[in-house]
């Protein structure tokens, strides 16, 4: 039986080894994917041309700036066009800042918030409808909601709220069995780590028990776990290798 999922944030890091994940599990030439990105139609153009012809052809790609409320209309009027259901919903747009607290500023912290807590949260509302009995929501925390991240408050704050919405809706979809869950990551080798010196590699590492980042393909594993077990739900699945165990 075909599968429909939407991710958001799918060409790069994390959400991008969650598309490759679900394409390699694919035994269904039906199925589709719908990958939503903000602004870099070159990573766009990466993932689709590294795929096979029958990968590419599951693929609908969707650029929406989900910093803001339009791009949910954005998304859902291409899916609604598309497909008349969805069985996977990843919602996995996130974004940070390393300004100081002192720098901080209303704009700065709403538009964290925005992106990272409001946004997923009306996404959802809006897919409501056409989200599939037994299907399931994925929404991407981080061990920074957590534990107590000082470099980046707004950020620990958004993914705190984040992590706290997936299994307040627990409830709301339980009359059609949709399982809300939520996936918090620890340090992982993504671009976010781009500009980070070898200092701080060593600093962090040795507070992780296994010594290193985590890859993403190892967060897009455990995602593909919770998506797919069927008594997985209203929960928080951690993925930091031991951080905070030295």
Not at 165 to 188: E, L, Q, T
Not at 195 to 203: A, C, P
Request: with cysteine.
């Amino acid at each position: 039986m075909s599968k429909v999922s939407v991710i958001t944030g799918g060409t790069s890091g994390i959400g991008r080894e969650i598309v490759l994940k679900i394409l390699r599990e694919s035994d269904c030439p039906e199925d589709k994917i719908f990958v939503v990105y903000g602004h870099n139609d070159q990573l766009a153009d990466d993932l689709k041309a590294e795929m096979n012809p029958q990968d590419r052809d599951k693929i609908i790609l969707i650029k929406a700036d989900l910093s803001g409320y339009e791009g949910i209309t954005a998304v859902t009027d291409i899916v609604q066009k598309h497909t008349d259901h969805v069985d996977w919903l990843i919602l996995n747009t996130g974004i940070g800042t390393y300004a100081s607290f002192d720098d901080y500023t209303p704009e700065i912290w709403e538009h964290v918030m925005r992106t990272n807590v409001n946004v997923p949260v009306f996404l959802v509302k809006a897919l409501h409808p056409m989200i599939n009995e037994h299907g399931s929501i994925l929404f991407m925390g981080s061990h920074a909601g957590q534990a107590t991240y000082s470099s980046s408050l707004v950020y620990s704050t958004s993914k705190a709220a984040i992590m706290f919405a997936a299994r307040s809706m627990v409830k709301i979809f339980a009359d059609r069995s949709i399982r809300v869950n939520a996936v918090a990551p620890g340090f992982i080798e993504t671009r976010w780590q781009d500009n980070r010196s070898e200092e701080s590699y060593d600093r962090i590492n040795k507070k992780i028990a296994m010594h290193r980042f985590g890859e993403p393909s190892e967060v897009a594993d455990l995602c593909y776990h919770i998506l797919t077990n069927q008594y997985l739900n209203g929960s928080i699945y951690d993925i930091h290798g031991g951080y905070d165990y030295f």
